[in-house]
T-cell receptor, first 114, second 113 residues
């Protein structure tokens, strides 16, 4: 069965400093992995996706993630945090079979301090 | 706006009442998903449609829950005899040719008092 574990429930950074949100996955086959962001009172938005192509994936708003099979990790990074990055971030793995239901981590709340 | 829309955005109901939510997916998307999200948790899969066929239901979806997508376009999620534990955000997502790229609506927040 597929699962994801987000290693930090809360991360706090200062504006302009790097962001690292950690995610480990478990999958019995080559997974598709995603990061979604949820701003308060807004819908979920896809940040980036890994689907067995390049292991370093670039997303929107300067975010990127690296798929590391040996470490079963898919950590999300950004070189310099912006106040508008404050939100809830979810690491997600795609389920098996044709339905492609998404299996979600519990989320990491990112706070950006001025 | 060609995104996924959901109606209503908020619903407050008394325990025991029935509620129905609607989701309008992106028009050319043939797959539609319902998820439930409670505070501090990630979304949990409820059910999935391909066109009008409901292909999978989570065991989270008790017999008080029913979902339909009669013409393969919009979908409804009905909860009968609501309980306080049903209070959550109900999310709808749709996807087209790329099945893993799901687009989410803003959600319907249900509060059962």
């Amino acid at each position: 069965a597929q699962s994801v574990t987000q290693l930090d429930s809360h991360v706090s950074v200062s504006e302009g400093t790097p962001v690292l949100l950690r995610c480990n996955y478990s999958s019995s086959y080559s997974p598709s992995l995603f990061w979604y962001v949820q701003h308060p009172n807004k819908g979920l938005q896809l940040l980036l996706k890994y689907t067995s192509a390049a292991t370093l994936v670039k997303g929107i708003n300067g975010f990127e993630a690296e798929f590391k099979k040996s470490e079963t990790s898919f950590h999300l990074t950004k070189p310099s945090a912006h106040m508008s990055d404050a939100a809830e971030y979810f690491c997600v793995v795609s389920g098996a079979g044709n339905n492609r239901k998404l299996i979600w981590g519990l989320g990491t709340s990112l706070a950006v301090n001025p | 706006d060609t995104g996924v829309s959901q109606d209503p955005r908020h619903k407050i109901t008394k325990r025991g009442q029935n509620v129905t939510f609607r989701c309008d997916p992106i028009s050319e998307h043939n797959r539609l998903y319902w998820y439930r999200q409670t505070l501090g948790q990630g979304p949990e899969f409820l059910t999935y449609f391909q066109n009008e066929a409901q292909l999978e239901k989570s065991r989270l979806l008790s017999d008080r829950f029913s979902a339909e997508r009669p013409k393969g376009s919009f979908s409804t999620l009905e909860i009968q005899r609501t309980e306080q534990g049903d209070s959550a955000m109900y999310l709808c997502a749709s996807t087209g040719q790329i099945p893993y790229e799901q687009y989410f609506g803003p959600g319907t927040r249900l509060t059962v008092t």
